[in-house]
């Protein structure tokens, strides 16, 4: 599990109620259920790791998560986690107020497109590095 991944993991309390917008293939998902005992839920655009999830049996919806969590009761949650996903959001202000309406606590990370490696490696190339997390050419 990718080490931010294990970070926001040391913060949930076990027996908590989580959910995790941008959930990918749900590794956060499933450690938490795991070793945490949560209750847990997550919210995916992609259909192909909505499906990896499911074989996993993890409870994952298939949707745009900006929509998708307007149907959730306030305070459904005791975290709601947006992990590596804010810089894909259309509105992401809008997605952060319905985060802490929905979750006693939420989470937020996101790249450190700051980091001397990157900018490094656009400056020589032009191009930012590609990894398995943002498998994107920019």
């Not at 990718?2 to 998902?29: K, T």
């Not at 919210?43 to 499911?54: G, W």
């Not at 001397?116 to 490696?121: D, H, L, V, Y």
């Amino acid at each position: 599990m990718r080490y931010d991944l294990q970070l926001i993991a040391s913060w949930i309390e076990p027996g908590s109620r989580v959910l995790d917008l941008g959930c990918g293939e749900g590794d956060l998902l499933r450690h938490l259920i795991a070793r945490k005992g949560v209750t847990g839920t997550g919210i995916e655009h992609n259909e192909e790791k909505v499906a990896r999830c499911i074989e996993k049996g993890l409870s994952v919806l298939q949707g745009d998560i900006s929509q998708e969590v307007l149907d959730y009761p306030d305070n459904a949650f005791d975290y709601v986690i947006l992990s590596q996903t804010l810089q894909q959001v259309y509105e992401p202000a809008a997605l952060i107020r319905s985060m802490l309406r929905i979750g006693h606590k939420g989470i937020v990370s996101f790249p450190n497109f700051g980091h001397w490696g990157i900018r490094r490696q656009a400056i020589l190339t032009g191009y930012a590095p590609v990894s398995r997390q943002l498998p994107y050419q920019w």
